[in-house]
Every structure is written in structure tokens, then in C-alpha cells.
């Protein structure tokens, strides 16, 4: 289990993980508006995506109304480095 730190950039011009910056912090871009949660939706199905696990194992553990939000994935930290480095 990795518990992560994102930045969340929302209505992007398209969706997007950028990678990790110095902080260690992941760098996301969706571009779903921050109203009602599609902003969280939509970074949740988007780091599912990456990971290729399914977005019910994506968990918002903090952050929900701010763009520095915590994540809980059930994949080892080197691994999701990994698989969430920019091509």
C-alpha cells in the first residue's frame, strides 16, 4: 500500500499525470472543473488508469476541496514510481 501526495491542476487542456516533482509530490492535470467533485472523479479514474488497477482501489484519504490532495493505492511505492514516470 503507497500513500501518495498530488497536485491537482484542474480544467486542464487535457488529462494528464506529469510526474514527481522535488517534493515528491505527483503532479496531475484533469480537465473536469473543481465543482461537485468531478475534479476528484476524474484524477481518480486517471491514476486507475496509469496504474492499471480499478478506480474502487483509488482512495481520496485527504484533500477533497483542495489541490494538494492524499491518495491511498494498493501498489508497492517503487513500483508506482515506475509505472507513473512521463514516458
Given at each position: 500500500?503507497?500513500r501518495i501526495s498530488?497536485?491537482v491542476?484542474?480544467?486542464a487542456?487535457?488529462?494528464?499525470?506529469?510526474g514527481?516533482?522535488?517534493?515528491?509530490v505527483l503532479g496531475v492535470?484533469?480537465?473536469?472543473a473543481?465543482?461537485?467533485?468531478a475534479?476528484?472523479?476524474a484524477v481518480?479514474?486517471l491514476?486507475?488508469?496509469?496504474?492499471?488497477?480499478?478506480?474502487?482501489d483509488v482512495?481520496?484519504?485527504?484533500?477533497?476541496?483542495s489541490?494538494e490532495?492524499?491518495?491511498?493505492?494498493?501498489?508497492?511505492?517503487?513500483?508506482?514510481?515506475?509505472?507513473?514516470?512521463p514516458?
Amino acid at each position: 500500500m503507497a500513500r501518495i501526495s498530488v497536485r491537482v491542476t484542474p480544467r486542464a487542456s487535457r488529462d494528464a499525470v506529469t510526474g514527481f516533482d522535488e517534493r515528491g509530490v505527483l503532479g496531475v492535470r484533469v480537465t473536469a472543473a473543481p465543482a461537485d467533485g468531478a475534479a476528484n472523479a476524474a484524477v481518480t479514474k486517471l491514476l486507475a488508469k496509469a496504474l492499471g488497477i480499478p478506480s474502487r482501489d483509488v482512495v481520496l484519504v485527504s484533500g477533497a476541496t483542495s489541490r494538494e490532495k492524499v491518495f491511498d493505492l494498493p501498489v508497492d511505492t517503487s513500483e508506482l514510481r515506475r509505472r507513473l514516470a512521463p514516458s
